[in-house]
C-alpha cells in the first residue's frame, strides 16, 4: 500500500512538473539544388559561360535544431542553431561557421516580446523578406540588394514585439573590439504596420568599421495582397563612407562575417568619397493554381561615386515558375538578366559581382527544392 501511494505521489509530481515546463525540441533543414548556366563569368580566356551544379536561386541550404521551453507565465525559453552547407560538395557555408545560418538563446514572453542573443539575421535581412517577391533569393541577380546592408550578425541582440497592428524589431551588434564600444557596432530597427491584405514598413541602420566610419542604410518598402496575386516593392538607400572596410571572414575584426561590401579602393584608385547606392524593387506573384505559382520582378540601383565622381547602375530582372510536387517539395525553373553600367562595370566593390568586364550577364536553372 505504502509503495503504491508513494509512487502515485511521484506521478503527481511529474506530471505537475512537465505542465509546468513543457519542451519542445524539433529537427529541420531545406535542400534546394540545380544545375545552373551563367554567361559571361571570369576565365583565363576572357568571359566565359559556365554550367555548373550550384545552391537554388530561391532559399539557402540549412539544417538545424530549434526549440522552446514553457517557463510559465506567458514566457518560454527559445534557442536556435542553424548550419548552412553546399550539396553538391558537402562543405559547410557561412564563412565555414558551423552554425553560421543562425546561433542564438533568448526569452520569449506573450505580452513583452523576445530578445534574443546570439548571430542572428540583421534587421535589413528580416525587413527584407517581408517586401521581396522572394524573400531575398540565393544568386547574386536576385540577391544583390542585401549586401549593402549585411546579411548575419556576430554577437546580437535582438528585441521583437508586436502590438495589434504594428510589429517592431530592434537590434544592436556589439563589436566586440577592445578599447571602443563603437567600432564593429550596427545599431538598427525596423517598424512594419499590417493593416488586412496591406503591409507597409520603415528599416533604418548605422554600421562602423574598424575605423568608426560609417555606413548608414535606411529603406520605405510595402506589399499589398489582391486575390492570388500579391505586389512587392521597395527604396533602399545605402550610404558608405569613403574607406569603409569590413574585416575579413573568421578574422573576429570589426563587422567581420556580415557579408557587408566596402568602399576602400575603386577601379580607378582609392576611393576619396563616399558611395552611394539608391535601389528600387518591384514584383510580383501570382499563385495560378494551388500547385503552380510564378514570379516575376526587377531591381535598379542608380549608385554615386561608384569610382570618384563617377556614376553606375546595376539592374538586374528575374523570372521563377514553380511547381509544387507536395506540401514540402517543388520543382522550379529561373531565368534572370542583370546589366551593368557606367562606372558600374569595373567597379570592385560592386554588390552583384562583375560580368568579366561586359556589362551584362544571363542566368537560368533548373532546381528541386525540398523541406524536413
Not at 513583452?112 to 521581396?132: E, I, M, S, W
Not at 540588394?145 to 546580437?156: A, K, P, Q, S
Not at 576611393?271 to 518591384?282: C, E, F, H, P, S
Request: no cysteine; net charge neutral; proline share 3%.
Amino acid at each position: 500500500m505504502k509503495r503504491t501511494v508513494f509512487s502515485l505521489a511521484i506521478a503527481v509530481l511529474l506530471a505537475s512538473e512537465t505542465a509546468y515546463a513543457e519542451s519542445n525540441v524539433t529537427l529541420y533543414g531545406l535542400i534546394d539544388e540545380g544545375i545552373r548556366f551563367t554567361s559571361n563569368q571570369p576565365s583565363s580566356n576572357g568571359p566565359a559561360n559556365r554550367l555548373y551544379m550550384s545552391d537554388g536561386a530561391v532559399t539557402g541550404n540549412r539544417w538545424g535544431i530549434k526549440g522552446t521551453e514553457d517557463l510559465g507565465g506567458g514566457t518560454s525559453a527559445v534557442f536556435v542553431l542553424e548550419s548552412g552547407f553546399n550539396p553538391a560538395n558537402g562543405v559547410s557555408g557561412q564563412q565555414g561557421q558551423l552554425f553560421g545560418r543562425q546561433a542564438y538563446v533568448g526569452l520569449s514572453n506573450s505580452t513583452y516580446g523576445t530578445l534574443k542573443l546570439g548571430r542572428q539575421y540583421g534587421t535589413a535581412f528580416n525587413y527584407l523578406v517581408v517586401f521581396d517577391s522572394i524573400a531575398v533569393g540565393n544568386q547574386n541577380p536576385n540577391e544583390w540588394e542585401i549586401f549593402l546592408t549585411g546579411v548575419r550578425y556576430d554577437n546580437t541582440v535582438q528585441y521583437t514585439n508586436t502590438w495589434g497592428p504594428v510589429a517592431l524589431e530592434l537590434e544592436r551588434s556589439v563589436g566586440g573590439q577592445a578599447g571602443s564600444l563603437a567600432k564593429g557596432s550596427t545599431t538598427a530597427f525596423d517598424l512594419i504596420f499590417t493593416n488586412q491584405a496591406l503591409k507597409i514598413g520603415v528599416y533604418g541602420q548605422q554600421s562602423k568599421d574598424a575605423g568608426n566610419r560609417n555606413m548608414y542604410a535606411a529603406s520605405l518598402g510595402g506589399r499589398y495582397e489582391f486575390g492570388a496575386a500579391m505586389l512587392y516593392s521597395y527604396y533602399l538607400y545605402s550610404r558608405r563612407d569613403a574607406g569603409f572596410a569590413p574585416a575579413a571572414s573568421n578574422s573576429g575584426g570589426a563587422l567581420a562575417n556580415t557579408s557587408l561590401t566596402a568602399n576602400v579602393t575603386t577601379a580607378a584608385g582609392p576611393q576619396t568619397k563616399a558611395r552611394i547606392d539608391n535601389v528600387g524593387q518591384l514584383g510580383v506573384s501570382y499563385a495560378a493554381t494551388p500547385f503552380l505559382k510564378l514570379t516575376f520582378a526587377g531591381l535598379y540601383d542608380h549608385v554615386t561615386n561608384a569610382a570618384p565622381g563617377k556614376t553606375g547602375h546595376i539592374a538586374s530582372v528575374y523570372g521563377i515558375v514553380d511547381y509544387f510536387l507536395s506540401k514540402r517539395t517543388d520543382v522550379y525553373v529561373e531565368v534572370d538578366h542583370s546589366m551593368l553600367g557606367g562606372a558600374s562595370v569595373t567597379d570592385p566593390n560592386s554588390p552583384i559581382g562583375s560580368f568579366a568586364g561586359k556589362n551584362n550577364s544571363t542566368g537560368a536553372m533548373v532546381a528541386m527544392r525540398t523541406r524536413f
